[in-house]
């Protein structure tokens, strides 16, 4: 399973742009890269998915280079209710016996 | 479409006893999974089921089992439990489509059990 590093801490202002990128090295051929987004005392809920290139929905893009080593998260304007705890994983569906395995997770502290 | 459902919210138990804590998955999803989070292990992967059956398994002892039922309805029970078993204890579901590409699994709101 590929492991996944990123940083473990940001800090940001309201209504700045926030780019967290993770780095998975090992990715294999499969895989997905999905993002959560997790408040204290909460489920994670899921912010976006993707393969290669670049995704984006009504909360986020994400951002996969050819070679798919890393992938960056990118939120646009956040707001005080964005602080929380973003976890990037990567695996292969979960009818292929795949599982999501969290790593530590980036902690995004925004202050008005 | 409403979400994942998880019973109890809180629980208190003391260690020896035990718990059966139950997952409603998002209606039509197949697939079922649990996980254990606490501040110093983090999300951990505990099992998941399909169609009734477990597919997959973490590195938990055999304390921690499951099962699910054939309305997708899973439940998950701890046994002689211990003071590192309080935790938040979180369910996904996911639809499990085979001609799908991708398998997202949505959270519920967890069950926090607190074991004393």
């Known amino acids: 399973l590929a492991k996944t590093t990123q940083p473990i801490s940001m800090d940001s202002y309201e209504g700045q742009e926030v780019n967290i990128t993770c780095s998975h090295n090992?990715?294999?051929?499969?895989?997905?890269i999905t993002w959560y987004q997790q408040f204290p005392s909460q489920g994670p809920r899921f912010i976006i998915q993707g393969y290669k290139t670049k995704v984006t929905n009504e909360v986020a893009s994400l951002f996969i280079p050819a070679d798919r080593k890393s992938s960056t998260l990118s939120l646009p304007r956040v707001s005080l209710s964005d602080t929380a705890v973003y976890y990037c994983?990567?695996?292969?569906?979960?009818?292929?016996?795949?599982?999501?395995?969290f790593g530590q997770g980036t902690e995004l502290s925004v202050k008005p | 479409k409403a979400g994942v459902t998880q019973t109890p919210r809180y629980l208190i138990k003391t260690r020896g006893q035990q718990v059966t804590l139950s997952c409603s998955p998002i209606s039509g999803h197949r697939s079922v999974s649990w996980y254990q989070q606490t501040p110093g292990q983090g999300l951990q992967f505990l099992f998941e089921?399909?169609?009734?059956?477990?597919?997959n398994k973490g590195n938990f002892p055999g304390r921690f089992s499951g099962r699910q039922f054939s309305n997708s309805r899973s439940e998950m029970n701890v046994s002689t439990l211990e003071l590192g078993d309080s935790a938040l204890y979180l369910c996904a579901s996911s639809l499990t489509s085979v001609s799908g590409s991708t398998d997202t699994q949505y959270f519920g709101p967890g069950t926090r059990l607190t074991v004393l």
């Open positions: 994983l990567v695996g292969a569906p979960v009818f292929q016996g795949g599982k999501l395995i």
């Open positions: 090992n990715i294999a051929t499969n895989d997905y």
């Open positions: 089921y399909f169609s009734e059956t477990q597919r």
